[in-house]
């Protein structure tokens, strides 16, 4: 059975930090493309990008540039978001997802190009 399971969410200041975790089990760990998504609050049919990498090659969406920092375990077969300098517009429910199939490098941040996805991990930033 495929899960992603996430955690590490939580309710900071802006300014604060957070580390999110996504392990995977039932597949091959991060033989393609993995990835970070945000839904966005009141849209809940709109996932934002945040990072997806294969290997060594990561792409971020200008959002989260210089903040956000997105690594891999290969070992514990999770996958991090490291999000720094966190502002209230950062807030929403967060997604991981692994792709099975080879992803360009300019699309790594489309929701479509992923296959299996986590539940959730909710994050909220105040004022």
């Known amino acids: 059975q495929v899960q992603l399971a996430e955690s590490g969410g939580g309710s900071v200041h802006a300014g604060g930090s957070l580390k999110l975790s996504c392990t995977v089990s039932?597949?091959?760990?991060?033989?393609?493309?993995l990835g970070w998504f945000r839904q966005v609050p009141g849209m809940e049919r709109e996932l934002g990008a945040i990072?997806?990498?294969?290997?060594?090659?990561?792409t971020y969406a200008d959002s989260v540039k210089g903040r956000f920092t997105i690594s891999q375990d290969n070992a514990k077969k999770t996958v991090y978001l490291q999000m720094n300098s966190l502002k209230p517009e950062d807030s929403g429910m967060y997604y991981c997802?692994?792709?099975?199939?080879?992803?360009?490098?300019?699309?790594?941040?489309?929701?479509?190009?992923?296959?299996?996805w986590g539940q959730g991990t909710q994050v909220t930033v105040s004022t």
């Open positions: 997802a692994q792709a099975l199939t080879y992803v360009l490098k300019n699309a790594r941040l489309r929701p479509n190009e992923y296959n299996y």
């Open positions: 039932g597949l091959p760990f991060a033989e393609y493309c």
């Open positions: 990072a997806g990498i294969d290997d060594d090659s990561i």
